[in-house]
């Protein structure tokens, strides 16, 4: 309950703060025709959410094992990396991580809809030191996912070939339900 309000009161203080900010301005970030997308292009330090939010800390926050995100510096508003530049999902944590505790420099899309319950998602697609001039694409995910996985190189998507995902899907099947739930539902749509 005590994480419930504390994330309700940084959503009603972000929302606020928020508006007093133009964030648009000198972004190039590339849309992706999402609902409620913005560009937005801000400083701030790079931050372990987990940290930030209920004051439970690891050192170089948590190595690449939690969600990160930028305590903004114009608002102090704490901005939640939900993506990088990249197609899939993954989150910018590889592409914030070498800056943990750091103060960067951003571009990205910023997501804000309050009827929605989006309140400061980002999609970084840049990244650099403060005080820097040149721009890294955050897009390391994969890069660090191929370095990691060294014999899993081949043909098609890297995810079904992935030794994570493959030992999950072998124990549990496609929709987690089991094996012979999987070959149930398979009998059933395709003969």
Known sequence: MKILVTLGAIALASTASAQDYRFEEGSNARS???FAESNATFSGTVVDLTCEVTGDCVDNCGDGARQLGILRA???VLVNVQKNAQQVFTGGARDLLPFCGQEVDVDGLLLT????GAVNMYLVQFVRPTGSEDWTEANQW?????ADNPDWA???RWYRRDQDIRAQLDSTGYFGLGLERD???KAEVFE
């Open 142 to 146: 994969q890069v660090g996912w191929q």
């Open 183 to 185: 070959a149930e539902i």
């Open 113 to 116: 809809d309050e009827d929605l």
């Open 154 to 156: 081949g043909d098609g």
């Open 74 to 76: 114009s608002d102090g």
């Open 32 to 34: 992706w025709n999402l």
